[in-house]
């Protein structure tokens, strides 16, 4: 360096280049737990978010009623009606999906409540 702390453009561009990829690098380990976190349908407002879920297979899906007061259930009518019991405000159903292929559900209760488990290998 020069000393001066005057940087010319390209070793500016450089050290800017620099910065970013170890930005990028420190940021790399954040994105594991997103993606494990990512395994969580909520039930909110009449609705499963996300409505569409795709995961890898061997992964348990985690449905989490967070309404003030509705109570929904998950149900997989294509495979002979298995469906969680009830779930009120705050309860969870786990279910771990071994095999990749789609598995529409929609809510018991309310039939226009639909979502879809896509697994891949
Ligand atoms: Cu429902």
């Known amino acids: 360096m020069n000393g001066g ?4 453009g390209p070793e500016r ?18 994105a594991a737990p997103a993606a494990d976190s990512g395994s969580e349908v909520a039930i909110k407002s009449m609705r499963f978010d996300p409505p569409v879920l795709r995961i890898k297979a061997g992964t348990e899906v985690i449905w989490v009623n967070r309404e003030k007061r509705t109570n929904h259930s998950v149900l997989f009518e294509q495979e002979n009606e298995l469906e969680s019991d009830r779930l009120f405000p705050g309860e969870t159903w786990r279910r771990t999906f071994e095999r990749p292929g789609s598995y529409p ?15 891949i290998e």
């Not at 702390?5 to 010319?8: P, Y």
């Not at 561009?13 to 954040?30: E, G, I, W, Y």
């Open 5 to 8: 702390g005057c940087v010319s």
């Open 13 to 30: 561009l450089r050290r800017t280049a620099a910065v970013l990829f170890a930005a990028c690098a420190a940021m790399a380990p954040l």
């Open 105 to 119: 559900y929609r809510c018991g209760p309310h039939p226009d409540m639909r979502g879809l488990i896509e697994v």
